[in-house]
């Protein structure tokens, strides 16, 4: 497929750094959208032209993982851009059974976001919110952003908290009712004032630190649900006693299994958005000031589109 545009997330950004080992050499980015090209002989479901974005990561649907239904849960799973050759290039090859049509009224920069709200929509499925809940993402980065979206279109009032205040207008915007940085007080008051109660029913967080872990069980009431989506790499010390005295349901989300089709959906509705959130765009050639733009605070998803740039 020719690729338009691709997007840059942290995972991106750490291979790049050198923090995350890959096989090199490596052609970087998973997450993108495009044109067919060409295709092999025994190709059905997709067409020369079709406009296609691509679920960059597949299962070996062999081991037991995949054969109960946990495919994202594979040990042997193969992630474009990270595990083969990916998008951060004019042409990427991608099989078959990772090409989704892109609906005809979603403009590329929504459909860019499609493989991260595919993360959050299952994410946000796995913490079953009920309309007239209230709910708290933790993170306001482009996982956060969206979340916020999904669960307002499940009827959640969702209460936006981060480190900083940088991007509460855009929450705003995007539906949040309440905004909270976490330097300006007590998450448990917050929680407790947004709710009118003992904390928010349900907390995704997806800020991927291990104070992130400890905000979210801050933010939670008893009985309530936290989902976690960040993967913290350093130790994440959690107060367990506290966990079973009030009962939390702390529950793990991994990728996605068969969320994509729903993330193009709520694209194509409107009750998405992701064309916001796609702050920069550089052009290939400029790729270096690409990176150098997902690091720098005011970003939040930085594109790649050969011959294009701003």
Request: proline fraction near 5%; include cysteine.
């Amino acid at each position: 497929m020719r690729v338009d545009l691709a997007g840059l997330c942290g995972t991106d950004y750490s291979i790049w750094t050198g923090a995350r080992a890959v096989a090199y050499p490596r052609v970087m980015g998973h997450e993108f959208v495009g044109r067919v090209q060409g295709a092999g002989r025994d190709v059905r479901s997709v067409r020369l032209g079709d406009r296609v974005v691509v679920e960059p990561n597949y299962s070996c649907g062999r081991c037991p993982l995949c054969r109960e239904g946990n495919r994202n849960l594979c040990f042997q799973r193969t992630t474009i851009g990270i595990d083969v050759d990916g998008a951060f290039a004019e042409l990427a090859r991608v099989p078959e059974r990772c090409c989704w049509a892109v609906p005809a009224k979603v403009a590329d920069d929504d459909a860019l976001l499609a493989e991260p709200l595919a993360v959050v929509t299952r994410a946000v499925k796995r913490g079953a919110p009920r309309a007239g809940e209230t709910a708290a993402v933790v993170g306001a980065g482009t996982l956060g952003l969206l979340a916020l979206q999904v669960l307002t279109a499940a009827g959640a009032r969702v209460l936006v908290v981060s480190r900083t205040s940088r991007r509460f207008a855009m929450a705003k915007a995007l539906g949040a009712a309440d905004t909270h940085a976490v330097s300006a007080g007590s998450l448990d008051g917050a929680a407790q004032q947004f709710s009118g109660r003992e904390g928010v029913d349900l907390v995704i967080e997806t800020a991927g630190s291990a104070m992130a872990v400890q905000h979210a069980l801050s933010l939670v009431r008893p009985g309530g649900r936290v989902v976690l989506t960040g993967l913290p790499h350093e130790p994440t010390p959690v107060a367990f006693f506290s966990v079973v005295r009030r009962e939390v349901t702390i529950t793990g989300s991994m990728i996605y299994q068969d969320e994509f089709g729903e993330a193009l959906r709520l694209l194509e509705s409107g009750a998405v958005r992701g064309e916001p959130l796609v702050t920069h765009r550089f052009d290939l050639d400029a790729i270096g000031e690409a990176f150098d733009a997902h690091h720098d605070p005011a970003s939040i998803k930085v594109a790649v589109a050969p011959g294009k740039s701003s």
